[in-house]
């Protein structure tokens, strides 16, 4: 009555035990470490309880920090089913003049056959429907990505018909990331708040990153997530300055 994964070995009495254990931990402020050197760990980094995907205070928290935003916001999503739905927040974007940078997987990597899987012109990593669905534990998870990328190139190009001073682009990446993050003014103060979904399950584990405060951990973070936007594909940007759109 054990279950072990990779040097992980603990009895099934205990797994209740061992849950608790984490979340107090996570709850915790990291103050103190000794960890070999290269490992980057910043001193007081909250990490942010687990919380369910639909928690009121998970999305409120993700709307503080963009409201925060005075001259960037780049915004990664896996599916970007509830930003793509605020239009009334995308088009206040353009009238505050904010250089925007939106993210979401490519809905080609989510497949609803094998055979359209093993087709040559396919991503080379691809996601069955249900699988996808499954490891979020949302059912209909990849339908709703795909309704989503719809809707998020309609809303960007009506934002581009609005005044302002300022510019959108929306691309979509190739790969199964299983996280989210919103970084804001990460040129000047900066702050990032990072979220992982836990594998099947509806739970997300969240850290709040300051420049500021982080210094090495924040710079980390950032350059993977620049890496991870010049690594993806452009579908729509405006330019509500100069009313041009590509």
Excluded at 10 to 18: A, E, K, M, N, S
Excluded at 50 to 62: C, N, V
């Amino acid at each position: 009555t054990a279950m072990k994964t990779r040097g992980l070995f603990i009895p099934y009495r205990d797994i209740g035990g061992f849950q608790k254990l984490l979340r107090q931990q996570l709850d915790m402020r990291m103050q103190k470490w000794a960890l070999p050197k290269g490992v980057l760990v910043s001193h007081g980094t909250p990490m942010i309880a687990l919380e369910s995907d639909g928690a009121g205070t998970r999305i409120d928290e993700f709307r503080s920090l963009r409201d925060q935003a005075k001259h960037s916001l780049y915004v990664m999503g896996i599916g970007m089913t509830l930003f793509s739905a605020d239009a009334s927040f995308m088009h206040s974007l353009a009238s505050r003049g904010l250089s925007v940078r939106i993210l979401m997987i490519d809905p080609a990597v989510i497949t609803s056959s094998r055979s359209r899987r093993a087709r040559k012109d396919s991503p080379d990593v691809c996601v069955m429907d249900e699988s996808f669905s499954s490891y979020f534990s949302r059912r209909g998870y990849a339908n709703d990505v795909r309704s989503s990328l719809l809707r998020l190139k309609e809303v960007v190009a009506e934002t581009g018909k609005l005044r302002g001073a300022g510019s959108i682009e929306l691309r979509t990446y190739p790969y199964f990331i299983p996280m989210n993050f919103t970084a804001v003014d990460e040129a000047h103060s900066g702050k990032v708040l990072l979220e992982f979904c836990l594998p099947f399950s509806d739970r997300r584990l969240r850290m709040l990153l300051s420049k500021s405060r982080d210094h090495d951990l924040f710079a980390e973070a950032m350059d993977n997530c620049e890496g991870l936007w010049d690594k993806s594909a452009p579908v729509v940007s405006v330019n509500t300055s100069s009313k041009q759109r590509n």
